[in-house]
């Protein structure tokens, strides 16, 4: 019998969800917990951690899965590495559906760096009004350069005080379009933007906007992965559930 545990929280793992529940199949829709609102789906869901690579060994078992579809976030690193590491160790199939990256075009000004560190490092000098959008997960490694005005939008509002000293917050959930996001920049007064290339068209509206308005762009670099198959649309991952 086939049971699919599907790790999500992008728009491509909702699309999944949707597919796997058209055709019929029982599955499990996992988030990590990272926001306080998750969007419902029309499969089973869970929150929350597996507790490493036994938990998650653990919990397939106990569930019986069959199939692991990993359609996390690009740099949710530590996710799709252990799914890679606790379906080899029981012999259950994975595929990852992973969204292709952004790469610059015409018009696009990027300073390609590799990792969150680099991206800090690279801030280094003359005060400036930064658009930092790469979640809330890594902003605590900004504190280093506390002299910029940033810019951060989040899903949920902080509960806590920003390590930020000159932060400026907005909620906001996206997808978000090219208009509005040239005007949030504009009322900021943005010098730069700081993304991490997580590929899509959700979140691509800050990249169009930054080449409009002839902004730089640091562009933080996915994280390396072990080896995996990897799918790019939903119907690819449909047929490997099908092969």
């Not at 692991?68 to 029981?90: R, Y």
């Not at 989040?154 to 390590?163: E, R």
Request: aromatic content about 4%; overall charge positive.
């Amino acid at each position: 019998m086939t049971r699919i545990l599907l790790l999500g929280g992008t728009t491509e793992a909702n699309l999944m969800a949707e597919a796997i529940a058209k055709a019929g199949l029982a599955g499990v829709y996992s988030y990590a917990g990272r926001t306080e609102a998750p969007m419902g789906q029309p499969i089973h869901m869970r929150v929350g951690g597996f507790g490493g690579v036994e938990g998650l060994r653990a919990y397939l078992g106990a569930e019986s899965i069959s199939h692991v579809i990993d359609a996390t976030h690009p740099f949710a690193a530590q996710m799709s590495t252990n799914a890679v590491a606790a379906c080899k160790a029981e012999g259950i199939p994975l595929i990852a559906l992973e969204r292709a990256p952004w790469t610059p075009g015409e018009g696009d000004r990027w300073t390609q760096v590799a990792d969150i560190p680099a991206a800090v490092a690279a801030l280094a000098g003359p005060e400036k009004r930064v658009f930092l959008a790469i979640g809330r997960q890594h902003i605590d490694a900004f504190a280093s350069q506390p002299k910029h005005d940033y810019l951060l939008r989040l899903v949920d509002a902080p509960t806590g005080t920003l390590p930020l000293p000159r932060a400026k917050v907005v909620v906001a959930r996206g997808p978000f379009d090219l208009p509005g996001d040239m005007a949030l920049m504009r009322a900021h007064g943005t010098e730069v933007v700081v993304a991490k290339n997580a590929g899509g068209k959700g979140a691509v509206a800050k990249i169009a906007a930054a080449r409009a308005l002839g902004l730089p762009v640091l562009m933080i670099e996915r994280p390396l992965l072990p080896p995996r198959l990897v799918a790019q649309g939903v119907p690819a991952v449909m047929a490997w559930l099908n092969g």
